[in-house]
């Protein structure tokens, strides 16, 4: 017997898990947002090639390459002193959160989700037939002068088939190409880099010279958003109450250098409204999750730390992009992905 899910977020793993959920027959479904959907925000909006066979598993991989994604085929990694050109080993996309998060959706309330645009109940224990799925982003804070925020801003001129990733003064940015035309530019910096800059995004980009060049081919179309603290860690080992399960930036933060954010959100989201719907353990759903994700954000954590040791150049220069690619993303097995139930 299937149980009814409730779902806390609208956004990518909300949705994900909303779909899922129907799926395995779910006798009801509510997604919680109590933001205004859709929006703009902070994101790298590059979709990762692993997204196909999660959204091919969610039955909306045609109505997703309809939508036109920018596709990419090779990576950029610039450094103070040096610049790694690789082929990327399948073709990734990229796709604003802004078509993203609609799209999403409009799929989940067309496969019978009820969207309700409010804060979300507290899970109650007294309710152990409903269970939720936490898909409401990030939650966690880190102490003030030692935070690291995010930002974004959509640009508009050169189009690249590339993914780029500066890094410079303990900042990351990544440039990429989305839908129609847009070139996305998101990165994450430290708080006190970013208070010298008075978070101005534009003076603090300009701190790269290779950055500087590659921005003065585009012209900025949006103000900048900003979010923040980021705080990198994740909850596959975390104690939980039962029916709760943890799906997206929720479940765990991972760096968005790696570009396997957006993939995660899917993956999770999946697998929580599908173990939520079935009555699946807790437990047993975390270490699901574990065995797919634990070594991408182990060897972002490793990355992570050669950055901020000034050893990320050399580190980058040792292990080869198809290499770097495939161990900072779950492992999904063929493009056309798994049978159904199979993560």
Sequence with gaps: MTRPVHIHGGALAGCAAAIAAIQAQSPQVRVYEKSAFPRHKVCGEFLSSGVQPVLRQLGIWESFQALRPAPMS???????????????PEVCWGLTRYRLDAWLRHHAMQAGAEWCQELAPTPSANNANVATVLAHGRKDTAP??????????????AISDAIELFFFDGCYVGVNPAEDGVTNVCGLGPEALLKQHGFEYDALCRRSPALAARLSTLTRHMDWLSVGPLVYGDR???ALPDAVYPAGDALGFVDPFTGSGMLNALLSGSLAGRSAALGDAVPAYLAHCRR??????????IFRAALRSGVGERFAGFVPGSVLFHLTRAHLGQPHGPAPGSF
């Design 236 to 238: 596959f080992r975390a």
């Design 144 to 157: 003030k002068g030692q935070r690291v925020f995010g930002f974004k801003a959509h640009h508009r001129g």
């Design 74 to 88: 090779r990576l950029l990694l610039h450094f103070p002193r040096k610049t790694f050109r690789f082929h990327l």
């Design 292 to 301: 797919l994700l634990h070594r991408p954000f182990l060897v972002s954590a």
